[in-house]
């Protein structure tokens, strides 16, 4: 701990020193501050974590190390909290955030910092401990290398090379998700934006809810959330140490066999939870503080034997949420196998063998695994924004994707070779799906509009206004027979198309909803309809009459499907819920939840350093 730091602390502490609190809060209220504000993006919300980050500081003042460097732990201490604080404010999120947040990903900007603001704190997070505090100290707290070198226990030659590996790091995770800055400009940037005055309450009211009225230290929700996070985590962290202490002697040879014999990598693959069968395989590579997080549901999607459930997740404009690839067994009703990245897993589908599965994330890549394995076969990264829908080609050999940026794109994933095979310059699709005879491909988007092509020539047949204003449009399905199709827009316009015209036929009547996915009976003669506010809505396409409607979620729902005998409807939602429901009556059969931790059946991780 910078000597200053810790002489103050001590004298809070030790002495009761009111005055050398003050202090530290408003020597270091600014980092906290804008740590917190860029996680959170509110005032008032960034300005409660301050609170709760000093209150916690004030309850540990004792037992905090003089080796702790209190700009780098209070900077950590301000990632939880805001963390935590941003999944109570879940159910506060409207459609106007909904819409900055998918024109930021669609948008690129000038400013290097605007760039790498939004995935700033993620990156932060994945780093060790070590090189997280010689940033803060460098760029944040902007020390000299001297300063940073005494803090951290090592000279100055070597203080600069840890500020300079880190911030390589930092880059290396910015390149990774198509900001493609140098690591002198990530630094530059940092210097200059990373930390903001506070607003003159803040260090105030942070002092004042810190030491309570008598003293002592209020308590609120988030910060008791907080103070179960950190314990948790570091908790884990020497559970972790424990056991790989105790394994590594004794089964390191079985382990090292094992690999030998089925061919897996050893940073990808714990055989000994595979051979005894102790739980679902588990590819982890999201952020440890994610560990304990629930991830909320986008897509579903059934195999085509009808066994496996798929299903996507991941936050939204809420970093602690991890991505997530979950298949679930229908019968057992439990996962088999959980993939687990930084980035929320925004779409998904299955092959039509049902061997391999192709699924698309926000950071605008696109990846293609075995089915049994989670084996990543392929990676393509050419989109510049969310990919919306992935598809397979009716051959198998191809997957579509409709990303953000405007294009569909054909990717030959065993070659690696692909191609803008349909592009729609300065409009972002959403929902891309193809005719049942596979001649056509449709797809709706953000502007309004819905697109239809010849698939195997290209060609543009037409184009559609599916909106009576200017909302966006998202529900796209065909019905069985391909010789119609729906398209369901934000301001509640539900209509059925002629696919050979795209003339209108009818729209459907009887009851306003936002459609978010839509799908046919496999006889074509009830349409189901997901709503933005968790509402189910069952349609008859031959009459555009309402037939029944539940509320199906307490938050929107993207994940829609039916079992391949039309029996069993499943949704999955923010609200954190998969139901399945009976398609008939819509009386729920059962929920599937996820699990959050990860616990000793874990199979697969990444071996990265975060």
């Known amino acids: 701990m910078v000597s200053d730091d810790f002489e103050l602390l001590r004298a809070y502490a030790h002495d009761g020193s009111e005055q050398a609190?003050?202090?530290?809060?408003?020597?270091?209220?600014?980092?906290?501050?804008?740590?917190?504000?860029?996680?959170?993006?509110?005032t008032a919300l960034a300005a409660e974590v301050v609170q709760t980050v000093f209150i916690i500081l004030a309850r540990k003042a004792g037992t905090l190390s003089p080796r702790t460097i209190l700009s780098g732990w209070l900077y950590r201490t301000a990632q939880f909290a805001a963390a935590h604080a941003l999944r109570a404010e879940t159910r506060r999120r409207t459609r106007?955030?909904?819409?900055l947040l998918m024109e930021t990903e669609a948008t690129e900007s000038d400013s290097e910092w605007e760039q790498i603001a939004p995935l700033l704190e993620q990156g932060m997070a994945r780093l060790g401990e070590?090189?997280?505090?010689?940033l803060v100290l460098r760029f944040f707290e902007k020390q000299s290398w001297r300063t940073v070198g005494l803090a951290l226990g090592i000279n100055e030659d070597t203080a600069q090379k840890r500020v300079t590996r880190a911030l390589e790091k930092l880059r290396e995770y910015f390149q990774r998700r198509g900001v493609a800055l140098s690591a002198a400009a990530v630094g530059a940037a940092l210097s200059a934006h990373a930390v903001h005055a506070a607003p003159a309450c803040v260090a105030s009211s942070a002092f004042a809810a810190a030491l309570g009225p008598s003293g002592s230290a209020v308590s609120t929700p988030l910060l008791n959330e907080t103070l179960k996070f950190m314990a948790w985590t570091k908790a884990k962290t020497a559970i972790a140490g424990g056991v790989a202490l105790l394994l590594a002697g004794a089964i390191t040879t079985t382990i090292f066999g094992l690999l030998h014999v089925t061919g897996l990598r050893k940073a990808a693959m714990n055989p000994l939870a595979a051979v005894l069968h102790k739980g679902p395989i588990i590819i982890?590579?999201?952020?440890?503080?994610?560990?304990?997080?629930?991830?909320?549901f986008w897509a579903a999607v059934i195999s085509p034997d009808g066994k496996t459930l798929a299903t996507t997740g991941g936050g939204y404009n809420f970093p602690s949420e991890a991505g997530e690839l979950v298949l679930w067994d229908l019968a057992a009703r439990r996962e088999v196998l959980i993939r687990r990245q930084p980035v929320t897993v925004r779409s998904m589908a299955f092959s039509h063998d049902g061997k391999r599965i192709a699924y698309g994330d926000f950071s605008g890549v696109t990846r293609v695994m075995e089915g049994a394995t989670g084996k990543i076969i392929n990676t393509l990264s050419n989109h510049q924004g969310i990919v919306n829908?992935?598809?397979f080609t009716p051959d198998d050999k191809s997957v579509i994707s409709a990303c953000f940026d405007g294009t569909i794109t054909v990717w030959d994933y065993l070659t690696?070779?692909?191609?803008?095979?349909?592009?729609?310059?300065g409009e972002r699709p959403l929902t891309a799906v193809l005719s049942p005879d596979n001649t056509r491909l449709m797809a709706v988007t953000w502007e309004g509009n819905c697109y239809a092509w010849d698939f195997g020539t290209r060609?543009?047949?037409?184009?559609?206004?599916?909106?009576?204003?200017?909302a966006m449009v998202e529900g796209l399905v065909f019905a069985p027979d391909g010789k119609t199709f729906m398209t369901g827009s934000r301001d509640s316009l539900l209509r059925i198309w002629d696919t050979e015209t795209g003339e209108p036929v009818r729209d459907l009547t009887g009851g306003k909803t936002i459609v978010t996915e839509a799908i046919y009976?496999?006889?074509?003669?009830?349409?189901?309809t997901g709503g933005f506010k968790g509402d189910l809505r069952l349609w008859s396409p031959a009459t555009g009459e309402l037939l029944n409607t539940i509320d199906a979620h307490g938050e929107r729902f993207y994940g829609l499907v039916l079992t391949p005998d039309g029996k069993r409807l499943i949704t999955a939602g923010w609200d954190y819920k998969v139901i399945i429901w009976n398609a008939e009556t819509l009386q729920p059969l059962a929920t599937l939840t996820r699990a959050v931790g990860l616990s000793s059946n874990v199979v697969a991780s990444s071996t990265k350093s975060r």
Do not use: C, W
């Open 284 to 296: 982890d590579e999201a952020a440890p503080e994610s560990a304990g997080v629930p991830s909320r």
């Open 459 to 470: 060609l543009m047949l037409y184009s559609i206004r599916a909106t009576r204003g200017k």
């Open 130 to 134: 070590s090189d997280r505090n010689a």
């Open 521 to 528: 009976s496999p006889d074509g003669t009830v349409l189901f």
């Open 21 to 42: 609190f003050e202090t530290l809060v408003n020597r270091h209220v600014n980092l906290v501050y804008s740590a917190a504000l860029r996680q959170v993006g509110d």
């Open 416 to 425: 690696g070779k692909d191609e803008v095979g349909f592009d729609l310059p």
């Open 389 to 391: 829908t992935v598809l």
């Open 96 to 99: 106007e955030q909904e819409a």
